[in-house]
């Protein structure tokens, strides 16, 4: 069911670089259970004493995942990836932390087209499908190493691959030369796919590839199997055959034939007195052998009724599903149709766009069984997605962003910023965790109207004294928030600190916002904003409670932001508007792809839009304030957007993801 083809470019190129790939096949009954294991490894700047460690971290895995159980191949790779962790652990304990750092590992495990994966570090796992080139690692959420007890591994991606899939882990130095060759693409473009025309690709760059280290391991999902240099083959799943399934019993009533006489039937030996019996009931050895005869002979019918019946109770479904393909495909085509009348009809759209994402709801049950359904209908299926998602993005004004602009990078050793907010054409980050705050010098080609003439941020650290939770700008100077009550402003280069009034006696503000010199903060616990009145002094600063008794409360919300009204970003993702402290309603949004989990909201009052942060699926949205989209910005890069800040005329958003400062102009 599936191909491998592993491609090493000059693995002795560089001597302190250390890479491998692992290919296994089940062996047996119980290791088909769990199905076939794949794993890369890349180690960098490796030491002697570390020349075995990808091979004893794959020994662990391996013999872990293909013990015999009953678990699923999930379930197995978990624990196979815990075992893995105890290793590294141990190792580190020992004092041999040099892989900290340095390490790189996927592991994939493959059944019945069924897949799980995990990894670590920079390499990339791609899915190619129909001719589109799918990122799949990017769903995978990267925490902080855990110290005590040490985890690497975290967490595990599943989905449902198809026939014809094709499946691509690539190391870092690989990676970026397929893609500035646009490598990938013409990868995607071989269809169908055929090993021939891949290596023809290859050798047309043989001379450059000569030039860089690393792994290509390729996955092709195919019914057709052929042996190939360094290549896994996974044996055809086995046909099911009526011939097959009662040759037994048939050849047994053959034997049966040919045998001249009845089978003697042997019973233990038991005394009975002597009565001689009337000839009327004389024994009758043929007895028990029709009697077995008979059984079998109804046993074999029921199966073969049974059989028969389970096929056409499968054509039933398939039809049914054809049905519902039919109808999917027909609103589909209803929306095509309102889309060509748009510039004449404004409803137009939004007729559209309700038909789209009905047809996409209608759609999603099937796609998650296309890969179990006959060709024929997991092509219409996966095609159908690919129209109606490009119309749906277009009509949700996405635009996918390929290589945003890095505006800034930090080194950890210097400083890890967690938050960020925007002042004076400065950027300023901070972290709950680690004292100081860091300065970021913006080039003046990011003033409004101007364009990125190559100069380059600057940045500088500031020693302070103090943890900070939140932050924001108040008249000319900045207020920085610690828990659970100190207030640290910052103007210029001076400095100073005071307390705030207790508003009530287990508060905890976990957002904050200003309008017009006033402090506002949420507390999600109770549902309560507070305002701290202008002037914020150096002295103690007395609490106001905001939201009157009789309004809405903002239970559990997780951000806010202030322009006059208040717009508060509830725990399920809607808006609800406040004015003059009293609750006036909730916008319910309605976005594709659908929401998952905003993270935070903004605007100002200089500012005519509202702007969320939705890191699970690697976007910023950006809305009218009456909750229409205005556009939406997503990439691949933004794997772990941690916050974000607009300037002031809102024509630039600056993304905090991980370590990189991102920019993006609207």
């Known amino acids: 069911m599936a191909q491998v083809f592993e491609f090493y470019f000059n693995p002795k190129i560089k001597p302190d670089l250390l890479f491998d790939s692992f290919c296994y096949e089940p062996e047996n009954i119980y290791e088909r259970r769990v199905g076939s294991l794949y794993m890369v490894g890349v180690f960098k700047n490796v030491l002697p004493r570390n020349l075995r460690f990808l091979d004893n971290l794959v020994k662990i895995i391996k013999e872990r995942y293909y013990i015999p159980t009953l678990h699923s191949p999930e379930k197995s790779l978990k624990e196979s990836l815990k075992s893995a962790n105890e290793f590294l652990e141990r190792t580190a304990k020992s004092g041999n932390v040099g892989w900290l750092g340095n390490l790189s590992f996927t592991v994939l495990s493959l059944r019945n087209f069924e897949l799980n994966f995990t990894k670590v570090g920079d390499l990339k796992i791609y899915l190619i499908r129909g001719g589109q080139i799918i990122d799949i690692d990017k769903k995978l959420r990267f925490e902080e190493i855990e110290p005590y007890p040490l985890k690497i591994f975290c967490n595990i991606v599943s989905g449902k691959l198809a026939e014809n899939d094709i499946v691509l882990v690539l190391t870092k130095e690989v990676l970026d030369y397929f893609q500035g060759q646009n490598l990938l693409n013409e990868i995607a473009q071989i269809l169908p ?19 860089i280290s690393g792994i290509c391991l390729l996955i092709f999902l195919s019914k057709e199997i052929s042996a190939k240099k360094r290549e896994t083959i996974l044996p055809s799943p086995k046909e099911f055959s009526l011939k097959e399934v009662f040759s037994p019993i048939v050849n047994y009533f053959k034997n049966l034939i040919k045998k001249p006489r009845l089978p003697i039937l042997k019973f233990p030996s038991i005394k009975f007195p002597r009565l001689k019996p009337p000839k009327l009931f004389a024994p009758r050895p043929q007895f028990a052998y029709n009697k077995n005869l008979v059984f079998i002979l109804a046993l074999v019918f029921f199966l073969v009724i049974g059989f028969f019946v389970s096929r056409q109770e499968e054509e039933r479904q398939f039809k049914i599903y054809q049905n519902n393909l039919n109808q999917i495909q027909e609103k589909v085509n209803q929306a095509e149709s309102f889309l060509i009348l748009k510039e004449n009809r ?29 060709q024929n209908l997991s092509s219409q299926i996966f095609s159908l997605e690919n129209v109606i998602s490009q119309n749906l993005y277009q009509l949700n004004k996405l635009v996918e962003i390929e290589e945003p602009k890095l505006l800034f990078e930090f080194t950890p050793k210097e400083f890890v910023p967690q ?41 500088e650290l500031i020693k302070i004294t103090g ?3 939140l932050a924001a700008p108040i008249d000319d100077s900045i207020a920085f928030f610690s828990k659970p009550n100190q207030l640290t402003i910052l103007k210029g280069r001076e400095q100073s600190s005071s307390s705030l009034g207790e508003p009530y006696s287990d508060f905890n503000f976990n957002a904050l916002s200003s309008f017009k010199g006033n402090l506002y903060f949420l507390d999600s616990k109770k549902g309560e904003l507070i305002k701290y009145p202008a002037p914020i002094s150096e002295g103690e600063n007395f609490p106001q409670i905001w939201l009157s008794p009789q309004t809405k409360k903002a239970l559990g919300a997780k951000s806010f932001a202030i322009d006059g009204l208040i717009w508060v970003l509830n725990k399920d993702n809607s808006i609800s508007k406040y004015s003059a402290s009293d609750f006036r309603e909730t916008i319910k949004l309605d976005i594709f792809p659908e929401i ?36 939406q910005f997503q990439s691949e890069k933004f794997d772990n957007l941690l916050d974000f800040a607009v300037s002031k005329e809102g024509e630039t958003i600056w ?12």
């Open 596 to 631: 998952k989990d905003f993270s935070k909201i903004f605007t100002s009052s200089a500012l005519p839009y509202l702007y969320l942060l939705e890191p699970e699926q690697n976007r910023v949205v950006i809305l009218n304030k009456s909750g229409g989209i205005v556009k």
């Open 193 to 211: 796919f055929e090993e021939k025309k891949l290596r023809e690709i290859l050798d047309k760059r043989r001379g450059d590839l000569s030039k």
């Open 655 to 666: 993304l905090l993801n991980g370590l990189k400062v991102y920019q993006i102009r609207i």
């Open 346 to 374: 404004p409803q137009a759209l939004q007729n559209a766009n309700v038909l789209l994402k009905e047809g996409w709801e209608e759609l999603s049950p099937l796609t998650k069984i296309a890969p179990t359904l006959p």
């Open 419 to 459: 938050k960020m907010t925007f002042f004076n054409g400065e950027l300023y980050f901070f972290s709950p965790y680690a004292e100081n705050l860091f300065r970021l010098n913006l080039p003046a080609q990011i003033l409004p109207g101007k364009t990125w003439a190559g100069e380059e941020a600057k940045g």
């Open 467 to 469: 943890k900070f939770n």
